[in-house]
Nanobody
Framework: VQLQASGGGSVQAGGSLRLSCAASGLFFSSNHMGWFRQAPGKERELVAAITFNGKTTYYADSVKGRFTISRDSAKSTVYLQMNSLRPEDTAVYYC?????????????????????WGQGTLVTVSS
């Protein structure tokens, strides 16, 4: 399994970035997908998640209304559109895959449920 994240960079506060994560070596349509982030000295946290069929999404309170997660099954790619970026959004962003198994619509998204991880892409937001 390989998850290749890209799209990170440096931007000023209020700006936008779109992250992409291309998946290979797995049945993309059988996996829920998530974006996590980890800031220096902090624990990794879930930012957004999307179910295997794209019908349900989850967002951390800190990014609701500013970030949008989406997926393109034809390209085996998941995206994170980030608008109105803030300095506190500065972190390494990781994409991750969670096998659907029998849970089609998760009510919780614990980090341990995600079995495959990408290498991370750095997002830096300056004030």
């Amino acid at each position: 399994v390989q998850l290749q994240a890209s799209g990170g960079g440096s931007v000023q506060a209020g700006g936008s970035l779109r992250l992409s994560c291309a998946a290979s070596g797995l049945f993309f349509s059988s996996n829920h997908m998530g974006w996590f982030r980890q800031a220096p000295g902090k624990e990794r946290e879930l930012v957004a998640a999307i179910t295997f069929n794209g019908k349900t999404t989850y967002y951390a309170d800190s990014v609701k209304g500013r970030f949008t997660i989406s997926r393109d099954s034809a390209k085996s790619t998941v995206y994170l559109q980030m608008n109105s970026l803030r300095p506190e959004d500065t972190a390494v962003y990781y994409c991750a895959a969670r096998r659907r198994n029998t849970i089609q619509n998760p009510t919780a998204w614990p980090i341990g449920a995600f079995g495959s991880w990408g290498q991370g892409t750095l997002v830096t937001v300056s004030s």
